[in-house]
């Protein structure tokens, strides 16, 4: 994990707009939650206890997909873990209200990772909050990083593991910067040498295990991950690549080790026979840049995935802003999105639980900002406590490439992506769009391809109602809303919330057809029921940018929504709202 290092000063005033690491031990001794900088972040939002192979995940698949997913216990399944690692961290992301660049590095596929690490070369990272925020909207755990690194880390070690009061100072220092700035804790990367003569690695052992606990005690949801380097036996810095005797009782005291990357497929065999019983918490080392790494990394990255879940192991991906890094801003949507398509298949995908439900599927990005339709401001923008609940579901662009380069020409557009050129709220939208040739199309048939747009779990008590915007990119295109809800009894229902009556969309019999509701029962909705948020306010035909809003009333109750989608008809329609919550009588 060697980049280039950056000198930053430590984010102790309480007005300060920016975030930064700490990288003097003298300054984490000083650090105190009464003189810290303290921003609003968001708390770990649940996700579904149960997750959909990214193999049958496709978003766009064929009816039998639609009905059956199949889903899986995420307890039951390896975990995906992503290692932020851009430029050496802290850059328009470190600004607390985000900048005016839009080119910034961004992630937003979130549905096929269980936890995000903010990796930097200071001796504590601290999350930015709007990584803090992004992550947590979309119920995944967010780690900053405890590394010290040659010489110098040799020195901070020393000072660390000198006796058990500051040991116990540093670990409670830890917690309390975790505790304080809404994160779920550390990767604890020790890439130096520890003095083994006086004791030291056994003290390092009880560093972790301590830390493991009181971040535990402080947040149960918490995790410590250990990155594999230096050596339980001896204190050597001596990266194993696998799971061994030599890192063995670090693993025993933290939960789970990240494996370094020169890894063969032996090492991760070797890897599985010896976790025993805790094979998901064996995170196989994954470096997309593909330095000393199986199959070169890049775009050949999911090569080493598919070896790692052969193995029924979990992964830590290091440095996937790779494509932004190497290919550049102008090119990162597209290929970000291909290059997460190549992944999908070893993922296991999670959604949201919470009603009510709304987004606009904004990035947290923009070239402009929008409301309601309309440009509120024309200075591009970024900012990921702005990011809106993404798509479960990849991109399924297509793009050939050969030796991690690509070739031009030969580049098949995704049927559901971010839309920068409009938005209805924020600073983009989803363009769903027919799947085009060579975009890995189901087999024909004389009824429209359902597109998947959210795996989730929102259980409705009441009657619920659904409303959207859209947007018509081609006259003749139709856009019909896909729900697909679980009875207490088991049985699955799927409706199908149509513009209007009379439709060009091709569907199955037993789809159950909803129109939205008329102008004299939205009325009568909202004189009865609580729809505060179901409606935007300031809402109307003349100031709405040509979008339409259309609200749908699901008469069912005390049942499971476990799926959204849609059916398009020829062309492309942006979708720029989606809002699902039930309906309850006022007060």
């Known amino acids: 994990m060697n980049l280039s290092f ?158 058990p009061e500051s040991i116990k100072k540093f670990i409670m220092k830890l917690v309390g910067i975790a505790d304080h700035y809404g994160f779920d804790g550390w990767l604890v990367n020790i890439e130096n040498k520890v003095c083994d003569e006086v004791g030291q690695v056994k003290d390092l052992v009880s560093l972790v295990d301590q830390l493991r606990n009181e971040m535990h005690n402080s947040n149960p949801d918490s995790l410590v991950i250990w990155y594999d380097s230096v050596t339980g036996i001896d204190g050597k810095l001596d990266w194993q690549n696998e799971l061994n005797s ?146 479960s579901t990849g991109s399924c662009r297509y793009i050939s490439f050969e030796d991690n380069k690509i070739k031009t020409g030969q580049e098949v557009p995704g049927c559901i992506e971010n839309y920068v050129d409009d938005a209805f709220n924020g600073g983009g939208s989803l363009i769903l769009q027919m799947p085009r040739s060579g975009s890995n199309i189901p087999p024909g048939s004389d009824i429209s391809s359902p597109q998947r747009i959210l795996l989730c779990s929102l259980f409705c008590s009441e009657q619920f109602i659904l409303s959207i915007a859209t947007k018509k990119l081609d006259e003749d295109a139709e856009l019909g809303i896909l729900v697909k809800v679980k009875t207490v009894k088991g049985k699955h229902h799927s409706f199908l919330l149509q513009e209007k009556n009379e439709t060009v969309l091709k569907f199955p019999e037993d789809l159950q057809v909803i129109l939205p509701v008329d102008d004299t029962q939205e009325k009568r909705l909202k004189e009865q029921f609580d729809m505060l948020g179901a409606i935007p306010s300031g809402l109307s035909i003349d100031r709405s940018g040509n979008w339409e809003m259309r609200y749908y009333l699901i008469p069912q109750h005390q049942v499971t929504i476990l799926e959204i989608g849609a059916l398009i008809h020829v062309g492309s329609v942006l979708l720029g709202f989606l809002d699902i919550r039930e309906l309850k009588p006022r007060e």
């Open 246 to 391: 030599c890192n063995r009782i670090f693993f025993d005291h933290c939960d789970g080790i990240f494996l370094n990357y020169a890894w063969e497929e032996k090492n991760i065999e070797k890897s599985k026979t010896n976790a025993l019983d805790r094979l998901h918490d064996v995170y196989v080392g994954i470096d997309v840049f593909g330095r000393k790494f199986y199959e070169g990394g890049g775009f050949n990255t999911y090569k080493a995935l598919e070896v790692a879940r052969k193995y029924n192991l979990s992964v830590a991906i290091f440095a996937p802003g790779w494509v932004h890094e190497i290919h550049g801003p102008e090119n990162f949507s597209n290929l970000e999105y291909f290059f997460w398509k190549t992944l999908q298949p070893y993922l296991y995908l999670h959604g949201p639980t919470k009603l009510p439900f709304q987004t606009s599927f904004c990035h947290g990005a923009g070239l402009m900002k929008y409301h309601l339709g309309q440009v509120v401001s024309n200075s591009p923008w970024f900012n990921l406590s702005l990011q809106q609940y993404q798509p």
């Open 6 to 163: 950056v000198e930053y000063r430590t984010c102790v005033l309480p007005h300060d707009d920016q975030c930064f690491p700490i990288s003097k031990l003298e300054d984490v001794w000083t650090w105190s939650d009464e003189n810290a900088c303290k921003w609003d972040t968001k708390p770990l939002q649940p996700s579904t206890n149960y997750c959909y192979k990214g193999s049958g995940s496709s978003c766009h698949l064929d009816w039998k997909d639609w009905k059956l997913s199949p889903r899986i216990g995420r307890e039951t399944v390896p975990k995906t873990l992503v290692c932020h690692d851009m430029k050496g961290g802290y850059l328009g992301d470190r600004f607390i209200n985000g900048t005016q660049v839009y080119d910034e590095y961004r992630f937003f596929h979130w549905a096929g990772i269980d936890i995000f690490v903010y990796f930097s070369h200071h001796l504590v990272t601290i999350p930015p909050p709007m990584w803090i925020n992004a992550a947590h909207l979309h119920g995944v755990k967010i780690l900053g990083t405890f590394i010290t690194e040659w010489k110098s880390g040799e020195k901070i070690c020393q000072e660390i593991l000198k006796n």
